[in-house]
């Protein structure tokens, strides 16, 4: 007898085989259908903060600019005469940033 009344206190302090309790942000208990409608427009609310973007696949925004930017160094770097006796502006920058 003594043993089943510990093993049924137990349970109940334990709260096993106990109904959920749903509760709304200000911690009052609600039902679940209200519980279900909040979460809803939570959802629809998630949606709205994020417009819909424009999905790519093979690498990120920062791996394609900086592909983006390596062609046009690639370019302008074509752009110069082969034999060169001064050099360009942007190697000198490039140069001295190393140096500092």
Do not use: C, H
């Amino acid at each position: 007898f003594w043993l089943k009344l510990s093993w049924l206190i137990a349970m109940a302090a334990s709260g096993k085989d106990a109904p959920t309790v749903y509760r709304n942000r200000e911690g009052r208990r609600i039902d679940r259908e209200e519980w279900v409608e909040l979460q809803q427009k939570k959802k629809k609310k998630r949606a709205a903060d994020y417009p819909e973007q424009e999905l790519e696949w093979g690498g990120g925004l920062k791996q394609r600019d900086n592909s983006e930017a390596a062609k046009e160094e690639f370019k302008r770097i074509a752009a110069q005469p082969f034999a060169r006796y001064e050099p360009d502006e942007k190697y000198m920058k490039e140069l001295k940033a190393k140096q500092e």
